[in-house]
């Protein structure tokens, strides 16, 4: 039978290793999550940014949307890694809902009827809807629009 020899691991030949597998990991991922500063410091980061946030997402007051974001992560006992990338993405959510917002009235309605005058009308907020005639068996066509 063969004799298997021991290897003697020291403490400094370990600490060695790892100091160069340390050295290596930051090659391969330099800018890792857990290198991100913590909670405070990211927010007090938005904060002294807001006029630049403000550029990038014009139309929406950037300060009291990143109060709504701070009280919903309070609300819903939460916690980001990254609340920048929270916050842009929160951003652009809202830009997003902007044009849902617009009121009723603002929105644009469109009446299809038919070629016949005697036909009804029928009132949509949608362009490309298809609808037909119960009278004339025609497709009814865009006639006009109203706001």
Known sequence: M????????????????????????EILDPKSKNSLPGKSLQISDIEQNLELWSKK???I?????????????????????????????????????????????????????CQESNCKTIESPYKDMYY?????NQQKIVIDKKR
């Open 2 to 25: 063969a004799t298997q020899k021991k290897k003697i691991i020291t403490i400094e030949g370990l600490l060695s290793r790892i100091e160069k597998l340390e050295k290596r990991l």
């Open 57 to 59: 997402f014009p139309g």
């Open 61 to 113: 007051n950037v300060k009291i949307e990143l109060e709504k974001m701070l009280d919903w992560l309070s609300a819903n006992n939460k916690r980001k890694k990254d609340y920048k990338a929270f916050f842009r993405n929160w951003l652009r959510k809202a830009s997003s809902d902007l044009g849902n917002n617009v009121p009723q009235e603002e929105k644009i309605k469109y009446i299809f009827g």
């Open 132 to 136: 037909f005639c119960s009278i004339c």
